[in-house]
């Protein structure tokens, strides 16, 4: 399946400062037009205009949940109290997903910029980095050039002399998968249990403490001192596809050669990253199907292998682009074990909070492992089903996030799942 | 009990917040960092320390994966089990370190220097099969680089004590 054309060089603009072993200074972060959005834009003309740019741009959040950002600013009312908030989502805990810690390695003032930027068209006073205990380095990367973009003048009281005040605290999760949605973070940052919350009220009314509060991925943060710097017209021109907008990181693992992180255009097709860049199937093997975004989404079988990665065209296909983590696989990969694996991380990770989700999980895992293992029986086909249904019921969107791989394997290879009843146990493992 | 230097610096930070509640997370890991684990005195001295209940900081500390109720080695290891690791070879690797400890998944080892546990996908997809030792991570592993991340371990262990002791 290799690609005869050679490999296309596309713009890179989150990751254009990266080194292979070291963060960009403040210098280098200057040098490439860093922080000039931010002295062009503060105080300078109404924050109105500016969160227009952004919406104008349809930068959709990075952090899965594909919101637009504008229409996310825009819902913090003109007349909101004060103070007002914003979290950065550095939880970064969708498995498969590792663009945010690449992310924050390679150009740390980027997410101080959007921040501030940010922060600045919300009037927000006060941000928060809410980062998993597992990125610990990242953390502390943010904690030392937060206090070099404070000395600079890019944060703390009166920002490049613009009377706008605004300052980042880092906050270290206790680590569960949880923390990263949006009205569990909230309730973690404020000491509680961090169960989610249903909204309304939405977190830019009620929020942190109850006031208003925006909240955004790391990814969805950097790309606005872009937007506001070129505009939105150039951010749409980016991507590939009349719909999209912007680049991408896209973290691919799993069967490829070269795993890694890798910025490219939305609605670039998902063949080109896998041939041209993550190096192609490991062990001249086949593309059996891909995960495109996380544990979250469904398989995407080898039918969409040329399919434009971007948030339409995988919605046209029952799919979504989720974080654009790609996980491969290949023929001689089980799908129904690597289902049950996935169950495995939602049964643990679920909050136990709602019925649906603290009990269904660990019972579709647990019919997946007996099917997997030789003891299926035909009607757990029909069990397995009843059980993705009433799983939609759950309360928060963990639930129909994690039972998303569940329901494309009985839609898409059931013919898979039957072969392991009649057989009486997984035909990958006897072949291998 | 708690030293009166850590129980100042505590109160020192909390005095600053604006919510004392808010700190929660990072006055858990202080005291967890100072007892080994989270034990009962701990949860008490930190619902003391942050005008909570006992009960609300159990809640918390049981819900937290790097939090420990229950005593853990000087090295807490957890292996990632989710699904790259997973299809890189988490269970040879759990096996080998298992086999390596002499002890099963959960367990702590004799001399109190290391415990096994599992993990979610800990972001290190593009370097699985990986693990974390005290939350620093290790990537593309090998039963080789196993043992000499352990040997590392035991030998770091070895010489803190002699400098402690000395």
Known sequence: MMSATPKKEYPQVLLANRHPDRIATLEEYRSSGGYRA???????????????????????????????????????ADDAPFPRFLICNADEMEPGTFKDRVLIHADPHQLIEGMALTAYMASAEKGIIFIRPEYESAARILEREVGIAREAGYLGENILDSGFSFDIDVHRSGGRYICGEVTAQINALMGKRPNPAQPPPYPTEKGLWGLPTVVNNVETLCCVPHILRNG??????????????????????????????????IGIPLSEIIEDYAGGMRDGRRFKACLPGGASTGFLPVEHYHIAMDFDSLKSVGNRLGTAAIMVFDETDCLVAATWNLLEFFARESCGWCTPCREGFPYLRDLLWRIENGQGEPEMIGALRELCRDMSYAYCAFSPGGIAPVESLLDLYEEEIVAHIEGKGCPFRKRS | MLPADLREKLERTIETADHPRELAVDVMMALQEHYGHLSDEAVAEAAQLLDMSEVEIDELATFYT???????????????????????????????????????????????????????????????????????????????????????LRESARSADETSSG
């Open chain 1, 38 to 76: 931010l002295a062009d834009t503060l105080g300078a003309g109404p924050q109105d205009s500016l969160k227009e740019t952004i919406a104008a741009a349809v930068l959709l959040g990075r952090g899965g949940a594909a919101f637009p950002a504008g229409v996310k600013l825009k819902t913090v």
């Open chain 1, 232 to 265: 939105a017209d150039w951010f749409q021109s980016l991507a590939l596809t009349e719909s999209g907008a912007g680049t991408k990181l896209y973290g691919v693992s799993g069967r490829v050669n070269r795993p890694g992180c890798f910025e490219l255009p």
């Open chain 2, 66 to 152: 790097f939090i420990y109720r229950e005593p853990v080695g000087r090295y807490v290891i957890h292996v990632c089990d989710s699904l790259i690791c997973w299809m890189d070879g988490y269970e040879k690797l759990r096996d080998h370190l298992a086999r390596k400890l002499n002890i099963a998944m959960g367990g702590t080892t004799d001399d109190g220097l290391f415990t096994l546990l599992p993990v979610c996908c800990v972001g290190y997809c593009d370097r699985s099969p990986a693990m974390l030792v005290n939350r620093r991570v290790h990537g593309n592993l090998t039963p080789e680089k196993v043992d000499a991340i352990l040997d590392g």
